[in-house]
């Protein structure tokens, strides 16, 4: 009777919990969220920017991270689009699965954020991990005795977070996709066909109960 009883319980709680989440989140698929993920994938197709200065710092690497990153192109599984195709690139290739793009960040939440200001729709996600980081700096001749003082403003202001903040004041809606949640709450109705786990599980359970029924009559027959 115990082991019987037991079974139900966890039978129960299992199915009450599976109902529960059926109605309650769908889970976004975030896969990548370093550039080792990204190599780790044999399927995966990277989107780098054709032209860039990333473009060179990955032809002229002979070792590390970013050298890994360029034998991919031998394989197909890196190609480059200029920066003029890159929003095109996001909607028809990375959208659809099969590709990521990688780029500074502020290039990134700006195609992103131009997106989200025609479809009002957060389609893409930004992997926690940073990389390509993007610096301000200020050129003059070689020489100039002023150069170690403007560098010092040129760091004050990048660590005051002033980039950031004109960042976030000129690039219209450039926030709405930041924090990209790994669930979101679907307001979908409710239909059988959505719910066809919830029969197996009932199934599943009576089953098993059933199973465990009998085996507890024949174990007390038995002994
Ligand atoms: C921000 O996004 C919304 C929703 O897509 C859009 O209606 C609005 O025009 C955008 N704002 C700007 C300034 O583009």
Redesign the pocket.
């Known amino acids: 009777m115990g082991i019987w009883m037991l079974t139900t319980l966890v039978l129960t709680r299992g199915y009450a919990g599976t109902l529960m989440s059926l109605l309650a989140v769908r889970h976004v698929r975030q896969p990548y969220h370093t550039l080792m993920d990204v190599l780790d994938d044999p399927e995966v197709i990277q989107i780098w920017q054709k032209n860039s200065a990333n473009e060179q710092l990955l032809r002229s690497v002979t070792s590390g991270i970013y050298r890994e990153v360029m034998n991919q192109e031998e394989l197909g599984l890196l190609i480059f689009r200029t920066q003029g195709q890159l929003s095109e690139s996001l909607t028809s290739l990375v959208k659809p699965d099969g590709h990521v793009l990688i780029d500074v960040d502020v290039t990134v939440r700006n195609l992103i954020a131009g997106i989200?200001?025609?479809?009002?729709r957060c389609d893409y996600f930004v992997s926690r991990d940073g990389f390509l980081p993007f610096y301000g700096v200020v050129a003059s001749q070689k020489g100039n005795p002023l150069i170690p003082a403007i560098s010092k403003r040129v760091m004050q202001l990048t660590s005051s977070g002033i980039f950031e903040y004109w960042f976030e004041k000129q690039i219209?809606?450039s926030t709405?996709c930041l924090i990209t949640p790994s669930t979101v709450v679907e307001r979908v109705p409710l239909s059988l066909a959505s719910l066809w786990g919830v029969f197996v599980m009932l199934a599943a359970g009576l089953t098993s109960s059933v199973i465990a029924f009998c085996l507890e009559n024949f174990i007390t027959y038995f002994s």
């Open positions: 989200f200001s025609q479809s009002g219209p809606n709405s």
